[in-house]
């Protein structure tokens, strides 16, 4: 549904079920008196004003676990996708010009994930997903995250950035991480090494990164979201050494049915009166747990 859709039956919404592409806010409040939780089908709630929901006595949910998985799959596609030239490969064998030009040992060499340091910025569920399969392509794992940590693989922000081959991004957008790989961020990173966004699209200053690709500055990069989603920089369309896919990286089959039943639970749960099953506010006034649910 279009935004003017939702408002225009916002007084009789008692539970919206939302892909995360719908701004909850005061407009919306404000028309929807009967309304009693929203639903992301997602795990970032960038979307939703947490704090006024409370407010207005609105739950509001996620789905932290279904797209784990998918995402951290995702993320691994891309990096091996960037370091093997798998997008320049696949356009050189469909254009017909292997047959001519025969076997060409050398020029399609890639690199090898193993003995490779890879950055994780944010180290949630996915994150740590993420550091599990690299782990198994015998990667170096080391991390930042908002909170420091005296475990070996924690690194502060700069240093991730100096010491990392592969960069991947899974952090939640906040007032603090918008923006928070821009380009003075970019130049500290290795001139060989590859940028991969599996986060939120504003995390990333999309035009200093297409400056720092032009300029060489770093070897390549993935995104899988954008600062203007769904417009990409028209630049970063034309680099061969850039694979850009369209917000998919949650995206399967399975973890897809896994998100919409929990938020179908959530809203059941909410409307039989009881505490959803997932939430991530607390509204005023509303029950303190679900019927045999401890907290």
């Not at 017909?96 to 180290?123: E, H, S, V």
């Not at 909170?147 to 952090?171: N, P």
């Not at 400056?211 to 899988?224: C, F, N, R, S, T």
């Not at 997932?278 to 029950?287: D, K």
Request: aromatic share 4%; proline share 5%; with cysteine.
């Amino acid at each position: 549904m279009s935004r003017e859709t939702v408002l225009r039956h916002a007084p009789t919404l008692h539970g919206i079920i939302n892909q995360a592409e719908l701004t909850v806010d005061a407009e919306l409040l404000s028309v929807a008196p009967r309304l009693k939780v929203v639903a992301n089908v997602a795990i970032g709630v960038n979307n939703l004003d947490l704090k006024l929901m409370e407010q207005r006595g609105v739950w509001a949910t996620n789905v932290p676990d279904a797209f784990v998985a998918s995402t951290a799959d995702c993320a691994m596609a891309l990096m091996l996708n960037l370091l093997r030239g798998i997008n320049a490969a696949d356009q050189y064998v469909r254009s017909g010009r292997w047959p001519n030009d025969g076997f060409q040992p050398g020029i399609w060499d890639g690199a090898l994930l193993a003995g490779k340091t890879l950055g994780i910025i944010g180290y949630g569920r996915i994150g740590k997903a993420v550091a599990r399969r690299a782990k198994a392509f015998d990667m170096r794992v080391i991390y930042h995250s908002s909170a420091t940590s005296a475990d070996a693989k924690f690194r502060m922000l700069d240093d991730l950035l100096t010491e990392a081959d592969v960069v991947t991004l899974h952090t939640p957008l906040t007032a603090s991480t918008h923006h928070l790989i821009d380009a003075k961020k970019l130049a500290q990173m290795k001139p060989n090494a590859f940028l991969i966004n599996m986060a939120r699209g504003p995390v990333v200053h999309e035009q200093a990164l297409v400056d720092a690709l032009q300029d060489g500055k770093i070897a390549g990069a993935a995104l899988d979201v954008f600062e203007f989603e769904p417009e990409v920089h028209p630049a970063l369309l034309q680099m061969p050494n850039v694979c850009l896919t369209p917000h998919i990286g949650g995206g399967t089959r399975e973890s897809r049915m896994a998100a919409r039943h929990l938020c179908a639970e959530n809203v059941a749960a909410v409307l039989q009166g009881e505490r959803p099953i997932s939430p991530v506010n607390n509204p005023r006034g509303r029950p303190a747990a679900r019927s045999g649910q401890k907290i």
